[in-house]
């Protein structure tokens, strides 16, 4: 999909019932979001679950989607929030083996770079930022609007994410 | 900073995307009304198949053939029609028309167009599901309750004399709601389609399969409680039907390639590797695992390690009376019911079966109930 036209025209097919359209959308789309959710979740399950709901919550609201707005942006701030609650309920929650009966839970996938391991060491919010900002593209005044932040604050967890990214690196 | 972050090997990214799409597609069927067909396909269908008939037929090679064909599918003296039930209980099956309810003396009553049901505990009610609707029903067909959910299918109903809870799918959440109708919960997803079915004697332990393919257990403290997640097993391919022991101690997961028991005296489950495996369904009362496989044609139907019966074409559905003595299975190429003692003493089948319950398809038995 090259361009907001071609995007825009694949949004109206699919507000219209086009698998093919839906699909191009998938496909386009699916790899950004399911990464964004990986790189924040660090837990590839999750980051699945993230990715997928986040498509049907988007496909919910298909026929509300305004097609003067791009299709992407708006998808990966649905997968950027939901993992960050994903994360942040992680820690109040945790998944725990039933004795005898079932395998333990698998763990979160161990960092398998210097950028992941440096990631892994930021909190969950200050990640969200640096995948917003450099995987996804957007400015800190989308950040800040998708997340529901200050501007100072979006500007001051980059700076740190990218000190602690420094450092990793 | 974007290159290294394109750069993290991101596990399972290809599996997940296709999972992902099915997922998707499915839901964006449901929310999309599906265009019409064209009726040719299936009348050119129709009109081959009669042709091969006819031609079989003014042909003596043909006729052997036929012939032949007559006796081996199907039980010879079987009963032209539904008299009685082996073993006590009823039956809950779905058809074209809709939701039955059969007597242990072979009377049926029609619930209404369903596509699904269960029955509750003690078997005073059903639970049946139509489109985009959860309906509790007496066994003589009056509506207690209905709730408008999207894409509502599979219920399952538990509980006690005193509070009930009944499970079931959307489009891809699972919910839970009191046995009143009121207090609907929405428990977790994206759900695969596999039926989610509770723990017997456990107090609200709901178990389902997520879009993963990895069993979930959830348990409820109290009444509406919290709900915390209890358990969660590795990720399995093809997930086809899960089932609790009647005493909640071993859990029965039927993939596609594999045949998984948990919670065997192991600390791994008890895994069989097999792509014949049709169905399978524990004894109640005790931990026996009856099988239905197929290979080159023929079904077999084994208890343990006896093969209790076989047959040519393909079983399906196989379930337990309430008391553990007999066995129900389909057997659509014959459109017979068969019912085979445990023991594997006694058979008893049952012929014409779509017709009794006016249904182009195969019926499907959804549950055999203790008897009122």
Not at chain 1, 99 to 105: C, L, R
Not at chain 2, 321 to 334: F, V
Request: with cysteine.
């Amino acid at each position: 999909m090259r361009t907001a036209r071609d995007e825009r025209a694949r949004v109206r097919g699919a507000q219209e019932g086009s698998v093919s359209d839906l699909e191009t959308l998938f496909r386009t789309h699916w790899p950004r979001a399911y990464r964004a959710a990986y790189l924040v979740t660090h837990d590839a399950a999750a980051a699945e679950d993230i990715a997928q709901e986040s498509f049907l919550a988007a496909l919910r609201a298909l026929d509300r989607f305004d097609r003067r707005r791009p299709f992407g942006p708006w998808l990966h701030r649905i997968v950027v929030n939901r993992a960050i609650d994903w994360t942040r309920a992680r820690r109040l929650r945790a998944e725990v083996e039933l004795a005898d009966t079932f395998h333990a839970p698998p763990a979160p996938s161990s960092p398998a770079d210097d950028v992941l391991a440096g990631l892994a060491r930021l909190p969950p919010e200050h990640r969200a930022v640096v995948v917003m900002r450099y995987l996804l593209e957007f400015t800190p005044g989308e950040i800040a609007v998708a997340l529901d932040l200050p501007r100072g604050t979006v500007n001051s967890r980059l700076r740190r994410g990218l000190d602690a990214l420094g450092d990793g690196l | 900073m974007k290159r290294e972050l394109e750069r993290v090997d991101v596990p399972g990214e290809h599996e997940a995307r296709e999972r992902a799409w099915n997922v998707v597609t499915a839901a964006f069927s449901e929310r999309t009304p599906v265009p019409q067909t064209s009726h040719w396909p299936r009348v050119a269908a129709v009109a081959i198949a009669l042709s091969t008939v006819v031609a079989a037929t003014v042909s003596s090679p043909g006729r052997a053939v036929l012939d032949e064909i007559r006796e081996v599918v199907g039980v010879e003296r079987a009963q032209p029609a539904l008299f009685s039930l082996p073993a006590p209980g009823r039956l809950l099956v779905a058809s074209d028309a809709g939701v039955w309810v059969v007597s242990e003396d072979g009377s049926r009553r029609l619930l209404g167009d369903y596509r699904e049901a269960t029955w509750s505990p003690f078997g005073r009610y059903v639970a049946a599901t139509r489109e985009n609707e959860l309906v509790a029903i007496e066994p003589d067909g009056d509506v207690r309750w209905t709730l408008a959910r999207r894409g509502a299918r599979s219920p399952r109903w538990t509980g006690s004399e005193a509070d009930t809870r009944i499970a079931y799918l959307t489009t891809t959440r699972v919910h839970a709601v009191p046995g009143d109708g009121t207090g609907d919960v929405d428990v977790g997803g994206p759900s695969h389609r596999v039926a989610p079915v509770w723990r017997p004697s456990a107090r609200f332990t709901l178990t389902y399969v997520d879009t993963l393919g990895r069993v979930r257990l959830y348990d409820i403290d109290s009444g509406l409680g919290p709900w915390r997640p209890a358990g969660l097993s590795k990720a399995f391919r093809g997930p086809r039907k899960l089932e609790w022991s009647s005493d909640g101690r071993r859990l029965l997961f039927l993939t596609r390639r594999k045949l998984v028991l948990f919670g065997s005296r192991s600390r791994s489950p008890l895994s069989i590797r097999s792509e014949r495996l049709v169905d399978a369904a524990l004894r109640p009362g005790s931990h026996e695992l009856a099988v239905l496989r197929t290979r080159e044609g023929v079904s077999e139907l084994l208890v343990g390690k006896r093969s209790l019966f076989s047959g040519t074409g393909r079983f399906t559905a196989l379930v337990w009376s309430p008391d553990g003595r007999w066995l129900l299975l389909g057997w659509p190429a014959a459109d017979q019911w068969v019912f085979v003692r445990a023991d594997g003493k006694r058979i008893r089948a049952v012929s014409n079966v779509s017709a009794q319950f006016h249904s182009q398809s195969f019926p499907r038995v959804e549950g055999w109930c203790c008897a009122p």
